[in-house]
């Protein structure tokens, strides 16, 4: 049996065309592309990627490990979730803050990451700033919905389409990973997965989301209810 799931579209109506994101991904594209070749070598990755305790910071720096991949199923794969949930974002915080914002969430998941890894385990690729993004995305607009593609493969293949709302899509993952990271931490299982930066991306996200709308940076629209509105902390 084979199967995935793929979040495709949200039901978010956009104040703005998101052309901050789109250029976040075409740079993206751009650096992993170029990267490619590289990747081939461990010297490479010493230079680029993030590494764990007692070898801090590499050559690139942070940023380095956020722009590069592995691999094209690594870049796509990030970018599918960047363009979902970035697009929305991007809309509602304008082009500079969105820039300013992903570029923090993606330095903040790394540190935790290197903090958090064993020593000398690299890490690469924008999943924990996507993951922020994400952390943003069930503030701003947490009972949106999310439709998601669902295939498996049981004999034949198997399609659906269908909707949930963000809290439970993101929470899901969220979960997951905080799942994983357990096993992770007690050595039970070992996936290969940045999963420390996923879950302090999310993390840094709600929060960073929460204090622009506490100090009136953002505001929702009439139509809009956010994840403070529901939980009672504030009020429009």
């Avoid at 890490?123 to 498996?152: D, E, Q």
């Avoid at 049981?154 to 096993?183: E, M, N």
């Avoid at 929460?210 to 009020?235: A, C, F, K, N, Y």
């Amino acid at each position: 049996m084979f199967f995935f799931l793929i979040p495709y579209n949200v039901d978010v109506p956009m104040e703005r065309w998101p052309f901050a994101n789109w250029a976040l991904m075409a740079f993206t594209v751009m650096v992993s592309v170029i990267a490619f070749p590289a990747m081939m070598g461990i010297g490479a990755y010493e230079h680029w990627m993030m590494s764990g305790p007692g070898d801090w910071w590499s050559d690139a720096g942070l940023l380095g490990s956020v722009f590069t991949h592995g691999g094209w199923g690594h870049l796509i794969g990030n970018l599918i979730f960047l363009f979902v949930f970035g697009n929305a974002v991007n809309a509602k915080l304008g082009h500079g803050l969105f820039i300013a914002c992903y570029v923090l969430l993606g330095t903040l998941s790394g540190l935790a990451y290197t903090a958090a890894s064993h020593a000398g385990v690299p890490s690469l690729g924008a999943s924990g700033a996507i993951a922020g993004i994400m952390g943003m995305f069930i503030v701003f607009y947490p009972r949106n919905n999310i439709s998601i593609l669902f295939f498996v493969w049981i004999l034949r293949a198997h399609v659906k389409v269908f909707q949930l709302s963000a809290w439970i899509v993101i929470g899901a993952y969220f979960a997951k990973d905080l799942f994983f990271q357990v096993l992770y931490d007690t050595g039970v299982y070992d996936n290969g997965v940045a999963l420390m930066a996923h879950l302090a991306g999310t993390v840094a996200g709600v929060i960073l989301a929460s204090l622009l709308l506490l100090t009136d940076r953002i505001r929702p629209t009439e139509h809009e209810q956010t994840l403070l509105e529901l939980v009672g902390m504030q009020s429009w």
